[in-house]
């Protein structure tokens, strides 16, 4: 299968939803491609309170009616997991496990996914207490002990959002301070259910044929070893970029994100790279749907600098 459009949308999260709308809107043909449900990490957020004019909204609901504005100019939705880009000439080739799709100009919308910590029993205990999503996997938990790492907006919003189903939530930090936004650890620390374990560097998944138990730490001020109980550990220690794809670009900076200019345009001419993925300072809705309009119109701008050339 081979299918040649004017822009090929790699990702349908805030930000890939926002350059379709702009981009069909101005009369291109776009189709927009993801290996998931469109909506990206939205899906995976409870309750989202920045999102202008909605004072609060589901993530998924959010995602429901982005998707909405976005086909509603002609823009098409495909599921596609694309394995690689080339340029040819004008052109550019993305290759998908189901075939290629030919284009003047492609954004990279494909956001970002959690590290891992790499420690033993993460993997073993993967969907067997080990989750990287309460809004997904939370519900299995109701009633019991659950243990967050990480100290950043994610542990603290979406540990929250437990307490909400389990009994207790237990942040264990590998400092003594949070890295999540001030409102978030005003309500975290007004919170019965939430309790903190600080200087704590986590060393295993403790579990057995039920799954997960608990977790064993090193207290990094004592140097002890301790163990804490919990049925469910929801891991949030930060995001990386998701860009194997596309890394023989040569588009990206050392940690992986994807390096653009106020256009949103990389270096190769037509490849454009908006959201999460990129680097820059704000990971968020705004930020990302922000990028998506820019790189709306600047492929537009782009396709038109193409025809004008051609005239010449
Ligand atoms: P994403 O939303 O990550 O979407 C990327 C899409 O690309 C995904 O659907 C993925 O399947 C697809 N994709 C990736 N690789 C490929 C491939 N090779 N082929 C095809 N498709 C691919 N921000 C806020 O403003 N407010 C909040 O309350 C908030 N809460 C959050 C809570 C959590 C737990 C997390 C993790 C993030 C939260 N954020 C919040 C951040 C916000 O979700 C992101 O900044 C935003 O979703 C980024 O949008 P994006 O379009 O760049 O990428
Ligand atoms: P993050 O901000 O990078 O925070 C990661 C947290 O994990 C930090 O507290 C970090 O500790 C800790 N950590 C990192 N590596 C670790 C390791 N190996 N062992 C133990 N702990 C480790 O990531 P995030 O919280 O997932 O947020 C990602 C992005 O999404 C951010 O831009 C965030 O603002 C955004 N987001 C926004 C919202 C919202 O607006 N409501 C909600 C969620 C996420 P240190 O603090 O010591 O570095």
Request: hydrophobic share 40%; charged share 20%; glycine share 14%.
């Amino acid at each position: 299968m081979s299918k040649e459009v004017d822009v090929v949308v790699i990702g349908a999260g805030p930000g890939g939803m926002t350059a379709a709308l702009y981009a069909s809107r101005s009369n291109l043909s776009v189709v927009m491609l993801d290996r998931g449900i469109y909506g990206g990490q939205m899906n995976n957020t409870a309750t989202i309170e920045n999102y202008p004019g909605f004072p609060s909204v589901m993530g998924p609901d959010l995602g429901e009616k982005m998707f909405a504005g976005a086909t509603q100019f002609g823009a098409e939705y495909e599921y596609g997991n694309v394995t690689g880009i080339e340029t040819d000439g004008d052109n550019k080739i993305v290759h998908t496990d189901d075939g290629d799709y030919i284009a003047k100009a492609v954004i990279l919308a494909t956001g970002s996914e959690y590290k891992k910590l790499g420690i033993p029993g993460e993997q073993e205990y993967a969907g067997r207490g080990v989750s990287y999503c309460a809004v997904c996997d939370g519900a299995f938990f109701k009633g019991q002990d659950l243990i967050v790492i990480g100290g950043g907006d994610s542990a603290i919003e979406e540990g929250l959002y437990l307490t909400q189903l389990a009994n207790s939530v237990t942040v264990i930090h590998r400092r003594d301070q949070l890295r999540a936004q001030p409102i978030m650890q005003k309500r975290a620390f007004a919170n019965d259910k939430m309790k903190f374990i600080w200087n704590a560097q986590v060393e295993e998944i403790l579990g057995g044929d039920d799954g997960v138990t608990g977790v064993r730490y090193k207290d990094k001020v004592t140097g002890e070893e301790k163990v804490v109980d919990g049925k469910g550990t929801f891991i949030y220690v930060g995001i990386k970029p998701m860009t194997d794809a596309f890394a023989n670009l040569g588009v990206l900076d050392e940690q992986g994100w994807v390096i653009v200019d106020d256009h949103m345009q990389t270096k190769v001419p037509g490849v454009f790279a908006i959201g999460d993925v990129r680097q820059k300072e704000l990971r968020q809705i705004t930020t990302a749907i922000g990028d998506g309009g820019l790189a709306g119109q600047g492929v537009f701008n782009y396709i038109q600098g193409l025809k004008d050339s051609a005239l010449k």
